[in-house]
């Protein structure tokens, strides 16, 4: 009963996520992943984003005709790190939101502290406490962030080989976005490099433990 309940809200979210960020839902479909079988929802949209979870839901999503014109280890790549979002250990799930409500809150009261400077006539570096602890909460929320998807990607990489994960990255489209978006990617996802080395190091603490 309550998983009845909790499957039909996932679902009920997962569309109206869909229909405000991507235009809507186009077809709903069952894949095999390392997790088992997963439920994937499907848009269609000229986004550079291929593969995103739900905010709210744990359900995968994927951009049909950008997914379907990946080679088949950049598919496997971006399924396994949606996977990886969904298998968020609980603690790093509390830290994570937290984090994330951080980050909000911060560049809400930066905005704030910047219309309420213009309208008032004064000048915004005259509270640099104020300033340092705004900027303090943005920069928790950034780092968490970034964290959150360095996990999902180390996940892959338990998943396919070191050498498969590169190729995948190498087959991967690389997409004409907008300079913000560049940008907001640099911050957001490590890069692959750093990823590999985590995971070496990871694998070197697991042998010495064991
Ligand atoms: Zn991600």
Known sequence: MKNGLIARYRDWWTRLFVRFVHGGVEKVDRISTSNGEQTVYYF??????????????ETI??????????????????????????????????????????????????????????????PILGYPRLLLIISGMVVVGLFALKMNELLAELYVLDQLSEEEYLKAEEEMPVYDVSKKAAIAAEIVYPSPETVVKVHRIKEDLKARIS
């Open 44 to 57: 269609s949209s000229d986004s550079a984003i291929i593969g995103q979870k739900t905010w709210g839901a």
């Open 61 to 122: 999503l994927l951009n049909k005709p950008q997914f379907e014109h990946l080679p088949d280890l950049s598919a496997e790549r971006t399924v396994e790190h949606e996977v990886g979002h969904l298998n968020r250990h609980s603690i790093w799930n509390g830290i994570f939101w937290g984090s994330v409500v951080s980050l909000a809150f911060g560049i809400v009261s930066f905005l704030l502290l910047l219309t309420l400077s213009v309208i008032h006539k004064f």
